[in-house]
């Protein structure tokens, strides 16, 4: 397994893959680690999803003139594996009672 710098997941979409098209749908993404000046817009300061649907990726629109360096988008096998895991996790049982 290897690491990079992606966006931050603030919201779990959904990912649809029927052999000919990607759609990637749903997620809310924010800024990655880094937290650089790099996604927000000039003017405005918003943030912006870039999508490639026929690669199957989302990641943030980048506004500096020689593009991203900071961070990569998410590829839809990254997104499926996150909605595996959040699945996995959701069906466990606590172990402990909360803190109330």
């Known amino acids: 397994m290897s690491r ?6 603030f919201q779990v979409g959904k990912v649809r893959d029927d052999g000919h098209t990607v759609v990637i749908s749903g997620w809310g993404l924010g ?3 880094a937290g650089c000046a790099c996604h927000r817009h000039p003017s405005a300061g918003h943030l912006a999803i ?5 690669g ?3 990641g ?3 506004f500096a003139e020689g593009g991203c360096t900071c961070c990569e988008p998410w590829t839809s ?3 499926t594996a996150i909605l595996r895991d ?3 996790i959701s069906g466990l049982e606590a172990q402990e009672p909360l803190a109330g």
């Open 56 to 58: 199957g990726s989302i």
């Open 60 to 62: 943030l629109v980048s």
């Open 31 to 33: 800024l990655c680690a």
């Open 4 to 9: 990079s710098r992606k966006p931050s997941v």
């Open 86 to 88: 959040f699945q996995a």
């Open 77 to 79: 096998d990254e997104l």
């Open 50 to 54: 870039a999508e490639d649907q026929a």
